[in-house]
């Protein structure tokens, strides 16, 4: 109920194609779905977020798209960069736990 | 600047030594947490506090203590009970309750090496 599915494990994209990291979710109480990027030796840091009464978010390249009654959502890398190569982590809280439920994290890498 | 400032960055200890390590927020945010990586793997939640003086097992808490006198800190110790210590660990910290909209602020973590 609490897990976060997250595919693929990970991704390799030509520079310029897009990349897409796929998440699923079991529990309809999560508040918010925020997506992270961490850099090798560094901790992750918030990439974008989105709340579940909207369908889709765009910042820059990046988007999340959302599907409520699928409990699915998605993240998509538009003309994808090699500074993009990184670990992605879907994730999904309840306000009231401010317990953060990771997915396992895709590691994208962008050839030239 | 603010943010969050984790110490050591790599730390080596001998098997069966506890070793501590340090968080430090100065986000003034009330919520507190530890995670470990292991390579390939995600994220997972060892303790959480969410105010001071309380804090909450996560889903690996076996083998590692914590505690949080003070609202900008919020140390780790890995006991001599932990099977596998070797791992980077990662502390964050974010609002808490209805301000908290799932942003976690991580530090630049700590890599322990267990010989």
């Known amino acids: 109920q609490q897990q976060v599915k997250q595919s693929p494990q990970s991704l390799i994209v030509q520079k310029g194609g897009i990349s897409i990291i796929n998440c699923a979710y079991e529990?309809?109480?999560?508040?918010?779905f925020p997506w992270y990027q961490q850099f090798p030796g560094k901790g992750p840091a918030l990439l974008i977020a989105?709340?579940?009464?909207?369908s889709e978010k765009k910042e820059g390249r990046f988007t999340i798209s959302f599907n409520k009654s699928a409990k699915q959502f998605s993240l998509h890398i538009m003309d994808s960069q090699p500074g993009d190569s990184a670990t992605y982590f879907c994730?999904?809280?309840?306000?009231?736990?401010?317990?953060?439920?990771f997915g396992t994290g895709t590691r994208l890498q962008v050839f030239p | 600047d603010g943010g969050i400032t984790q110490s050591p960055k790599y730390l080596f200890r001998k098997e069966g030594q506890n070793v501590t390590l340090s968080c430090e927020q100065n986000?003034?945010?009330?919520?507190m947490y530890w995670y470990r990586q292991d390579p390939g793997q995600g994220l997972r939640l060892i303790y959480y506090?969410?105010?001071?003086?309380?804090?909450q097992k996560g889903d690996i808490a076996e083998g590692y203590s914590v505690s949080r006198e003070k609202k900008e800190s919020f140390p780790l110790t890995v006991t001599s009970a932990q099977k596998n210590p070797t791992a980077f660990y990662l502390c964050?910290?974010?609002?808490?309750?209805?301000?908290?909209?799932?942003?976690?602020?991580f530090g630049e973590g700590s890599r322990l090496t267990v010989l």
């Open positions: 989105i709340r579940p009464d909207v």
């Open positions: 986000l003034n945010h009330d919520a």
């Open positions: 529990n309809t109480a999560f508040d918010y």
């Open positions: 964050a910290s974010s609002a808490s309750g209805t301000a908290n909209t799932g942003e976690l602020f």
């Open positions: 506090s969410q105010i001071v003086n309380d804090f």
């Open positions: 994730a999904a809280i309840t306000y009231n736990t401010d317990k953060l439920i």
